[in-house]
């Protein structure tokens, strides 16, 4: 510590040349930990606590050390300048000190009870981070990761239930969250705590919108590692992306909301104005993702340089992000669903080199982000200056928290049990209960903005809300595991081909099944298979025999040659298929036929795209170099 | 284009959502246009221009657009403000306007006569980087690379001659191109031009160091593409990786230098300070750039998981640049040799999916740096607010870099090829002159000072000569080797093993071989192959047969059960050994059979330790996983 202090004291003769080499330093000594414990952990199979936890705890012990060890010295930084000349606040300021020109960069606007946490440790103050470091640079290659590694057909499989609880759930969540912390409130100004300040009905939904982001990454790993049964950690899993995407937006809704006239009456118009916005922003980031993913690897021949591929999909996922925030919109929703429609068209032309490191990088990238993430929030309790403990605040948010967790699941899973097939477990629904851990998105969100008083007691609340859920339910999902005799040690695809026998052989009468809502999924999978597919990647059956006749002229031009090999392959939908109707399979093998017929015709259509690209200089190996890229498609990301 | 007027006039209204979007997406679509461009061409095996050259074309393409075609909105921030409390400027200012706090962030000092030129477009401000941006962030990757991608058989085989060619001649150059630039300026002050500011000979001496930074990535690539000549590859490679860190340091040393009392007059004391400062800087920062990659990959079996490892791997090589950067030596130099010691000792301790991930790894961010670096590079000609451009200096400039490369090159190559046995051919030696490119390092150097009048006249001279070498001697790199008959098309191992055998056959006369500086390698060699191998690595001869019989006890511990059986397959050093001496050989054969005959001793000890650390419950399989682990040695990273 003794070099941290010498540091301290040496920043103004030579800062230039280790600018913040010691903080980064520190988190890179302190991710160096992490992987090491993370290490023995796995070694002696020891599960109560997972990387995440463990980063954490480091953060935390490293943050209790900055702050008492450390010393002081920028005694100056508390006092308030007066410039009267100035108007507004530029966000490059010249200042003229001592007949020299200093150049200040605008950072933000303080409130004057925060003024004084500034004569702090500058220690302190160097290691807290610009909120919009989360947003910008770590929580997107999490989320994208998340998008990327979506099984694809167990996510299909219960897409449903999951939309279900990740938007009405979380907007159940919210809702019930915002009214018990509305309550709380109010009885603790009626008992005299917390009079000062106010705090309105939008505080309190928004304290609940950033408190419904679940983020059960410790559970997941543990799930992963355990082979728990597949059903449950899809609708998990998936409802934990999902949910994501769905509180940050609503987030944004609601705090776009909060600055109206009369924050505590009800503004319908405002009210609809912010539902507008929710569903114009998630809607327009999802248009925004989703079509960064479709992009030039399928008439790009890259594939014979991994490297540019793998850079070029590294930059389009990234732009996604880029332009939605850009554009006004939520990139880190946008990164989500660019992930999901990468996965699903992008991967199949990338080359088996290419998908194999665009997978290793992500991990990778996500790996480091998660944890220093949580690194961070460790540090954050000590070293974070502004914190408010309100120990009834933070016992009421509890409260609210399980609450509003429980009437997400049991109702939703009520309701949903009465449509699905394969019921929805009572075990299961205590697991889902109890996985309802906070992370890196809900704190994240609470750290956005901690300018005024409410803020920074939220953001305490939420810190300490997470760290209790990480530990405490984190460190006890494999009792619970064994305790609610869930099933563990299952392979996901014997798993899916069970259930799917079991299901296509109960369908045999038929009209129930189309009570589901497969129906929506059948026409989409259908739509998605024989048009998408063949359009953006090189799989699914070829164009020339999936539209009208009169297209075959362009239909040649977009179709992949070795599409017309792969038709039969797509196991994909023909799992889908299988799976939803066994009347689809007439008709689908009423399809092979046509196209079988039509293959000789288009085989000569591919010779001459070969002539017309061969200007490139590829004609001559293109062929097979497409069919080595579809091979590995059988063993996708599922 | 819309957009980004738009863009800068709304940003003060929301610009918490979309801080600095814009301006990386740019970067983004300007590197997804390079990576287009580089398809093209290596499509049409057209190689005129290298990425990087596009990538510069590009940014210049856009640079141009953003400074004609956007705005400025930004009126308020030419004006200076005078606060008379102040007495100096602290890190972070609260200054109240209008009854609101806000909190300013110390940048940097701003010379009076470049207070004007912030009056310019707020957009441009906004594409122009923090200097420190480069030297933390996009060169690290670069100068790892470059030392982990090293290749070290080669490398080692010329070792003599690149540490001639980059301490001796980067030095040359560097008091070279300071004589000659201090005369030019001398007469541009005696005919009138450049009379308004002082020009120091200790400036003319920094501007020699950071242009003595060679960086020919253009012509490497081609090389590498070409399959050139062995030696000519490694004697490039080798002196332009080494050359970046000597012109760093001494780039460093005269910076220091410069603040003494008279800058004109030759100051002994200050001079040997320098030279000491630049000793002391690059080996300090070489201890502990080589102290960080001797890790405990060895001991902790981390090979189960490659995630983890690759993890670890990364973050102790950084961290090797922080050191190194908080301890106030050179980070870049640091960061090279660990680099150069990971690929030497630590690559053999990695699992075969780690080799695989950290290589992609580095090598991905390494291609993404570099890029960036470029593109940069071509925005800043125009977005740069503080050229100077003073088309004598750059003249001058131009032809004292190449009087400079010449008095590098030949000099040195002639009193190399006195002691070399495989002499530097002519058409070596012109190659090399040619090749003589400037790049990153030297544009890194130039823009992290641009305050006063010289340094932002050296920058914009720095940057013309990176732009006409990059783009003539770049695309002039296939001609050139035509021209000088230089052969393509060389298997580097064949060429190696042809070389050696007609060196070792000519070596039949003993006594002419100990006159090279060979002696001094078998020493290292002999030193490293015995005990630093085996003690950092799981290859190697056992410990148990190197050290004297008294360390058994603690040399059975730190030995690699695998070890035992590797100790003949580490072709390195057979290489060496047949390379420099056959003497050597009767000796390394007397030694392989007391090591044969040790262990049969020793694999009871490895039995012994397998128990030890079954404790960890991996004795099972252990030994199975680092067989795997040393066999793709053979084809290291040569």
């Not at 160097?126 to 990327?148: E, Q, R, V, W």
């Not at 897409?159 to 915002?178: D, N």
């Not at 999902?242 to 609503?250: E, H, S, T, W």
Request: glycine share 6%.
């Amino acid at each position: 510590m003794d070099k941290l202090k010498n540091y301290v004291s040496v920043k103004d003769e030579d800062h230039f040349y280790h600018q913040g080499a010691v903080e980064l330093l520190i988190f890179n000594f302190l991710l160096i930990l992490t992987i090491l414990t993370i290490w023995l952990f796995k070694n002696h199979r020891f599960r109560f606590l997972h990387e995440t936890g463990g980063a954490m705890l480091y953060g935390l012990v490293m943050g209790l050390i900055i702050r008492y060890v450390t010393k002081s010295p920028d005694v100056e930084s508390g006092t308030v300048y007066e410039c009267e000349k100035l108007k507004s606040g530029p966000s490059t300021l010249l200042i003229n000190i001592t007949n020299q020109v200093y150049e200040y960069q605008y950072k933000r606007e303080i409130s004057h009870h925060n003024v004084n946490s500034h004569q702090g440790n500058a220690m302190l103050q160097k290691m807290t981070f610009d909120p919009s470091i989360f947003f910008n640079i770590l929580l997107p290659p999490i989320i994208f990761h998340a998008g990327y590694s979506l099984k694809k057909r167990h996510f299909f499989r219960n897409l449903g239930s999951i939309l279900a609880y990740a938007f009405l759930g979380t907007a159940i969540s919210c809702i019930v969250i915002g009214l018990i912390m509305y309550g709380f409130v109010k009885a603790m100004v009626h008992i005299g705590q917390l009079k000062q300040w106010e705090f309105h009905f939008t505080d309190c939904l928004f304290f609940g919108s950033l408190m419904s982001a679940t983020d059960p990454v410790t559970v997941l790993a543990i799930f992963h590692e355990l082979n728990v049964d597949t059903d449950l950690y899809t609708l998990l899993f998936g409802e934990s992306v999902l949910n994501d995407a769905v509180a940050i937006v609503l987030t944004h809704s609601i705090s776009i909301y909060s600055p109206k006239e009369n924050p505590n009456t009800f503004d319908a118009a405002a009210f609809f104005q912010s539902v507008g916005n929710f569903l114009g922003i998630f809607a327009g980031s999802f248009a925004m993702g989703s079509s960064y993913a479709v992009h030039l690897t399928k008439f790009t021949k890259l594939c014979e340089f991994p490297m540019l591929e793998t850079g070029l999909f590294f930059l389009l996922s990234w732009s996604a992000f880029l332009s939605a925030e850009a554009a006004g919109l939520t990139g880190i929703v946008a990164v989500l669903f660019c992930g999901v429609t990468q996965a699903h068209y992008t991967y199949n032309n990338l080359s088996p080199d290419s998908k194999m490191r665009t997978k290793q990088l992500f991990e990778f990238m996500n790996f480091l982000a998660e944890n220093v993430i949580f690194c961070y929030m460790g540090l954050a309790l000590f070293t974070f200056q502004n914190h408010i403990f309100n120990p009834l605040f933070i016992f009421g948010a509890l409260v609210a928290v399980f609450v509003a967790r429980a009437s997400n699941i049991y109702p939703l899973s009520f309701l949903l049990n009465l449509g699905r097939k394969q019921k929805i477990p009572r075990n299961f629904q205590h697991m889902m209960m109890f996985s309802g851990l906070r992370g890196a998105i809900a704190f994240a969100l609470a750290i956005r903005d901690t300018n005024s008083q409410p803020q920074q007691m939220m953001f305490t609340t939420a810190l300490l809300i997470v760290f209790f859920t990480v530990w405490v339910f984190g460190g006890g999902t494999t009792p619970m595991l064994t305790w609610l005799q869930i099933r563990v040690g299952v392979d996901p695809d014997e798993d899916l081909k069970a259930k799917a026998a079991s299901q296509s052989a109960s369908n045999l009468d038929k009209n129930t099944t189309k009570a589901e809502s497969a129906w929506l999924f059948r026409i989409w999978y259908g739509f998605d298979h024989r048009y998408l597919k063949p359009l953006l990647t090189h799989t699914g059956p070829p164009l020339t025999s999936t539209l009208p006749e009169w297209c075959n002229p362009v239909a040649r031009l977009l179709t992949s040659p070795s599409a017309y090999g792969d038709q039969l392959k797509d196991d994909d939908t023909v799992y889908i298929i299988n799976n939803d109707e066994l009347t689809e399979n007439c008709e689908s093998s009423a399809h092979v036929p046509v196209s079988a017929q039509d293959s000789t015709g288009s085989i000569q259509a591919t010779g001459k795209e070969d002539i017309q690209e061969g200007d490139l200089g590829l004609g001559g190996y293109k062929l097979q170099l497409q069919h080595s890229a579809g091979q590995p498609q059988k063993n996708s990301l599922a």
